[in-house]
C-alpha cells in the first residue's frame, strides 16, 4: 500500500533557527500533499497544500513566509519553519493521496520543540 | 467555524461492549466520511470510511454509521478490546480536497 515517509520523528533546536520537514511518498505519485498541525490534545489544523510544481495554498491565519513549503518533485514535498519561537513547538503531520477509504496516506509526524 | 464537531472528548467502555462514537458535520458538501485512529506522536491510521451516498459501511469489528439528514456520523466497535484504546478521529472529505478533522475522542477500552 502506498506509504509516506516524515523525516524527521523529532527535532529540537533553538529559538530564531530554522528546521526543514521531509515528506516523502515512496512508493506512489504525489501531486497533493498536505501539512497538518496538532496542538497538544487537539485536532489536526491544516496548514497547507502543497502542489507540485506550483505554490502551496495556505489556510487562513497560517503565516507563509514563516512556514515555507517547497513541493519540487512528485515524491517529496518540504516544510520549512523559519526563525522559529517557542509557539511553534507542535507536531507536524504531512499526508498525500492516494490513501485508503478516499482519504490520505499519513506521515509518521514530527515533533517540534522549539527552546 | 468548526464544520466536523465530536462533542465527546473521551468514552470509557468495557471490554467486550459496544463503542459508540459520534461526529457531527455542518457542510452538506462533504463527499467522504473517514474515522482515523491516532496514537500520541504518530500520524493517524485509516480505520473505516462510507461515502456520502451511502448511510452504512461494515469491516469487521468496525462499522460506521452515515445519516445524512441529520448530518451525523457514527463509529461502532463491536465487541470492544483494551487494543482499541487511542484517539479516534472524525474526518470528511471536500470534493476532492482537503479532510477536514474533528477535536478527536479518547477510547478508553478497560478490560
Known amino acids: 500500500g502506498a506509504v509516506v515517509s516524515q523525516h524527521p520523528s523529532r527535532v529540537i533546536c533553538k529559538s530564531g533557527t530554522s528546521v526543514k520537514i521531509e515528506c516523502r511518498s515512496l512508493?506512489?505519485?504525489?501531486?497533493?500533499m498536505f501539512w497538518y498541525r496538532q496542538f497538544p490534545k487537539q485536532s489536526l489544523m491544516l496548514m497547507a497544500t502543497?502542489?507540485?510544481?506550483?505554490?502551496?495554498?495556505?489556510e487562513q491565519g497560517v503565516e507563509k513566509d514563516k512556514f515555507l513549503i517547497n513541493h519540487a518533485s512528485l515524491t517529496l514535498s518540504t516544510l520549512t519553519v523559519t526563525s522559529a519561537h517557542p509557539e511553534d513547538s507542535s507536531f507536524y503531520i504531512c499526508?498525500?493521496?492516494?490513501?485508503?477509504?478516499?482519504?490520505?496516506?499519513f506521515g509518521s509526524g514530527t515533533r517540534l520543540t522549539v527552546v | 467555524d468548526q464544520q466536523v464537531k465530536q462533542n465527546s472528548p473521551s468514552l470509557s467502555v468495557q471490554e467486550g461492549r459496544i463503542s459508540i462514537l459520534n461526529c457531527d458535520y455542518t457542510n452538506s458538501m462533504f463527499d467522504y466520511f473517514l474515522w482515523y485512529k491516532k496514537y500520541p506522536a504518530e500520524g493517524p491510521t485509516f480505520l473505516i470510511s462510507i461515502s456520502s451516498i451511502k448511510d452504512k459501511n461494515e469491516d469487521g469489528r468496525f462499522t460506521v454509521f452515515l445519516n445524512k439528514s441529520a448530518k451525523h456520523l457514527s463509529l461502532h466497535i463491536v465487541p470492544s478490546q483494551p487494543g482499541d484504546s487511542a484517539v479516534y478521529f472524525c474526518?470528511?472529505?471536500?470534493?476532492?480536497?482537503?479532510?477536514?478533522f474533528g477535536a478527536g475522542t479518547i477510547l478508553r477500552v478497560k478490560s
Open positions: 499526508s498525500a493521496s492516494p490513501g485508503q477509504g478516499g482519504g490520505y496516506t
Open positions: 474526518a470528511a472529505r471536500e470534493y476532492g480536497n482537503k479532510l477536514v
Open positions: 502543497s502542489n507540485e510544481g506550483s505554490k502551496a495554498t495556505y
Open positions: 512508493d506512489f505519485q504525489a501531486t497533493t
